[in-house]
């Protein structure tokens, strides 16, 4: 990107154009670009670039500071996490997705945190289930809300996964 600018700058029009070429050329194999030309909703089944989609998400999952400083592209994680949360995947992306769920709900909220809920809905499993109850009775407060509403919104599908809905589910009396 430093290059494509100066060279830019310069106002080459021939290199300007070939600095553009390259440019996007080198895009298509970095992250956060490269997650940007996918298939969107069950078609990211099939998507050869799955694996780096669930790779970028880990990443921002597990090391939120240094995505934040190497990736930022918020709008780049909430399309793979609404096109990941689709119901035939094969066991090891579904086992990969309920990690991922763990990770976010044991964290302080991200944003776009809360589209992980379609992704429990595409993967509720028993694993699931006893892992978000796992999260739900631990000493971590944020798993603890976290975790309970996510178990919440599982046994309740119909309603719908809204910041009225999260702020409501927050204020009701618990056990």
Request: proline share 6%.
């Given at each position: 990107?430093?290059?494509?600018?100066?060279?830019?700058?310069?106002?080459?029009?021939?290199?300007?154009?070939?600095?553009?070429?390259?440019?996007?050329?080198?895009?298509?194999?970095?992250?956060?670009?490269?997650?940007?030309?996918?298939?969107?909703?069950?078609?990211?089944?099939?998507?050869?670039?799955?694996?780096?989609?669930?790779?970028?998400?880990?990443?921002?999952?597990?090391?939120?500071?240094?995505?934040?400083?190497?990736a930022k592209a918020w709008g780049t994680k909430q399309g793979l996490i609404r096109d990941v949360a689709v119901a035939h995947h094969e066991e090891t992306v579904r086992t990969k997705l309920a990690d991922l769920i763990e990770i976010v709900v044991q964290r302080p909220y991200r944003c776009k945190d809360r589209e992980y809920v379609r992704v429990?809905?595409?993967?509720?499993?028993?694993?699931?289930?006893?892992?978000?109850?796992?999260?739900?009775?631990?000493?971590?407060?944020?798993?603890?809300?976290?975790?309970?509403?996510?178990?919440?919104?599982?046994?309740?599908?119909?309603?719908?996964?809204?910041?009225?809905?999260?702020?409501?589910?927050?204020?009701?009396?618990?056990?």
């Amino acid at each position: 990107m430093d290059r494509y600018n100066r060279t830019w700058r310069r106002g080459y029009s021939l290199r300007r154009k070939a600095a553009s070429r390259n440019y996007e050329e080198i895009r298509k194999y970095s992250l956060p670009h490269a997650l940007w030309e996918r298939p969107a909703g069950p078609d990211i089944v099939a998507w050869p670039g799955l694996s780096y989609a669930l790779l970028f998400l880990e990443w921002e999952a597990r090391y939120p500071q240094e995505w934040t400083r190497h990736a930022k592209a918020w709008g780049t994680k909430q399309g793979l996490i609404r096109d990941v949360a689709v119901a035939h995947h094969e066991e090891t992306v579904r086992t990969k997705l309920a990690d991922l769920i763990e990770i976010v709900v044991q964290r302080p909220y991200r944003c776009k945190d809360r589209e992980y809920v379609r992704v429990a809905w595409a993967v509720d499993s028993d694993d699931l289930h006893g892992r978000l109850e796992t999260a739900a009775r631990s000493d971590n407060p944020w798993a603890r809300r976290h975790a309970g509403y996510v178990l919440w919104l599982l046994d309740h599908p119909e309603v719908p996964n809204t910041r009225h809905v999260w702020q409501t589910w927050l204020a009701a009396p618990r056990d």
